[in-house]
């Protein structure tokens, strides 16, 4: 799991957010016990459809501003380490 | 030895025609500056939050209506994953509730490939690799530019209903045309706009079950496209006749060497951990969203080859494809000329020749051919075909008629296209036939390929004014005599 979210952790803290994560697990699995087969799954907390916006081009950011944020730029782009394979 | 038969799935990733992007306001434009065209939203600054576009809906909605889809309620999912082109680590897509599904599409030889569904997403941003050649394994770092971080998708996913690399071609170049004629995408694969991954696998004919696929990427033409899919077929029959078996993989296909090659990733199986957008809300494809989609849609181009081709008269000998289309409708239709067409018929043009000068001259032009007046251009089809101009004259006012306009027997005037008259064509025809006895000598015993180079000769002669027409009718009377 620590390798899906690239998260660094020690032998500590493992162990630490194993605890941790067991019981918001178990809470999970309490909720599960429920009959849910009448209610339909809730990907949002509001019942509001449709929330749309026009097509109208809005300004974008300074690009030297958001390059001076960047570790590193180059050639007006983001300058990133190399890539160890094809995108997914 | 067993028969093999292919089976393909294609999924087409096509950019949207918006002003702006999927869930902010920056700019959707092709080629500008590196990242001239980023905000909090696409670049997944802490806090920020995405809007849908309501364009990008409607487009995805006319897309699926096109491709004969049930629209439905749709919700976003994260996909999320580690990569550079995606500064949220995460890229907003559709998942188990896309909001097109079910649908087909026709080839113009008649078969149906079953569509899926038709999602919409957002693209990612470009990467560019130095050093190495810039191939990504060797490449000593690597630079991005997120100005299509965010651009509107549509994903197209076909059934595997495909069967030849040549019905692979025929599929994305139908629905390359689709999507150009619904205005939903300029349907450019050389700039990315259209992007092609080929799902290959080979069985044998008996067999009831898929074998194992292989999926292609880069795939950056319709001419790559076909090349490795019978590359990828060969190389399955070849392993498995072998006693080896195809493993599940993504493979690069090299336009250099002609062949696909397994992009030897890490294999890890990918765990996107898709989970509901929670920023967005479900899409529902209500009354105005429907009939903002459907507004302004004309016919689809299998309809308006049909109709084009109708022109031509039932039968015609020019027909060449098996829809009964010929190459110029496809490629008049393709342009969007051909209304221009339809209208100089209307107006008294001859059809074949006004269907040749949209096919061959005015789409040369076709920003400048589709504001043509038709009625303009029927009178100077019907000068050439009455004999008033020649081909070569035809074209020169066609061209002068594109770049400023005007009365076509006007330009004809003004450029000195003057009907030859009969007396000067006469004495051209005369001195051609004195300055080539030889080939005019066969000509008479009934060489008929030596008529060209005659009529050639008179064109130089005259400069390209003298009507074909009358010059062949000349010579085969001198012959006669």
Redesign the interface.
């Given at each position: 799991m620590a390798r899906l979210a690239r998260l660094a952790l020690d032998d500590d803290e493992v162990g630490r957010y194993a605890v941790q994560l067991s019981a918001i697990l178990e809470h999970v699995d309490a909720v599960r016990r429920l009959d849910t087969a009448d209610v339909p799954p809730t990907a949002h907390p509001f019942p509001v459809e449709n929330v749309l916006r026009s097509d109208i081009e809005r300004p974008s950011l300074d690009r030297d501003s958001v390059l001076s944020q960047a570790p590193v730029a180059e050639s007006g782009r983001f300058r990133v380490p190399r890539i160890m394979g094809e995108a997914p | 030895m067993t028969e093999y038969e292919t089976v393909v799935g294609l999924e087409v990733h096509c950019e949207l025609s918006?002003?702006?992007k999927l869930f902010?306001?920056?700019?959707n434009a092709f080629g500008d500056?590196?990242?001239?065209?980023?905000?909090?939203v696409c670049?997944g600054l802490p806090g920020s939050l995405p809007?849908?576009?309501?364009?990008?809906?409607e487009l995805a909605l006319r897309i699926g209506a096109a491709l004969n889809c049930t629209a439905r309620r749709s919700?976003f999912h994260r996909k999320n994953?580690?990569?550079?082109?995606m500064p949220k680590d995460y890229q907003i897509s559709q998942y188990d509730e896309p909001i097109n599904v079910d649908g087909w599409l026709e080839l113009p030889d008649g078969s149906r490939v079953g569509i899926e569904r038709a999602h919409m997403e957002e693209d990612?941003g470009k990467?560019?690799?130095v050093g190495g050649g810039g191939r990504?394994h060797e490449?000593?770092?690597?630079?991005?530019?997120?100005n299509r971080a965010g651009v509107p998708l549509v994903e197209i996913v076909s059934r595997p209903d495909v069967r030849s690399a040549a019905q692979a071609r025929a599929y994305v170049d139908e629905l390359r045309s689709i999507l150009v004629a619904t205005g939903a995408s300029d349907g450019r694969m050389e700039e990315g706009s259209l992007r092609v991954d080929a799902n290959i696998s080979v069985r044998p004919v008996v067999s009831a079950e898929f074998g194992t696929r292989c999926e292609v990427?880069n795939l950056n033409s319709l001419r790559s496209l076909e090349r490795a899919v019978e590359y990828e077929v060969e190389r399955q029959i070849a392993l498995i006749e072998s006693g080896g078996s195809v493993s599940q993989e993504?493979r690069?296909w090299d336009e250099g060497d002609s062949s696909t090659h397994s992009?030897r990733?890490?294999e890890e199986a990918?765990?996107?951990?898709y989970f509901?957008?929670?920023d967005?809300?479900?899409?529902?494809p209500?009354a105005a969203?429907l009939a903002a989609a459907g507004e302004g849609v004309g016919a689809m181009p299998a309809e308006r080859r049909h109709r084009l081709s109708s022109l031509l008269g039932a039968g015609s000998d020019l027909a060449t494809r098996t829809d009964g289309s010929t190459d110029q409708v496809v490629t008049v239709v393709d342009l969007g000329l051909d209304e221009l067409v339809h209208g100089a018929v209307a107006a008294g043009a001859d059809p074949r020749l006004a269907l040749a000068r949209a096919a061959n001259e005015a789409a040369a032009n076709p920003d400048a051919a589709r504001l043509l007046d038709p009625v303009a251009f029927a009178g100077l089809v019907k000068m050439e075909s009455s004999g008033r101009l020649s081909a070569t004259q035809s074209k020169e006012v066609l061209a002068e008629l594109m770049a400023n306009g005007g009365d076509p027997a006007q330009i004809a005037g003004r450029l000195g296209y003057e009907q030859m008259d009969t007396a000067s064509l006469d004495a051209i025809v005369d001195g051609v036939i004195v300055a080539n006895p030889l080939e005019w000598k066969r000509y008479r015993e009934g060489d008929d390929k030596v008529a060209q180079f005659l009529l050639g000769q008179v064109m130089k002669s005259s400069k390209g004014r003298a009507n074909g027409k009358l010059v062949a009718q000349a010579f085969a009377s001198r012959r006669e005599a």
């Open positions: - | 918006t002003t702006t902010c306001g920056c700019r500056e590196p990242n001239t065209n980023i905000c909090p670049l809007v849908i576009n309501r364009r990008a809906v919700i994953y580690f990569y550079p082109d990612t990467t560019t690799h990504i490449a000593s770092y690597s630079l991005v530019d997120y990427k993504t690069h992009m990733s890490k990918n765990d996107y951990r509901p957008e929670p967005l809300t479900p899409l529902v209500d969203l």
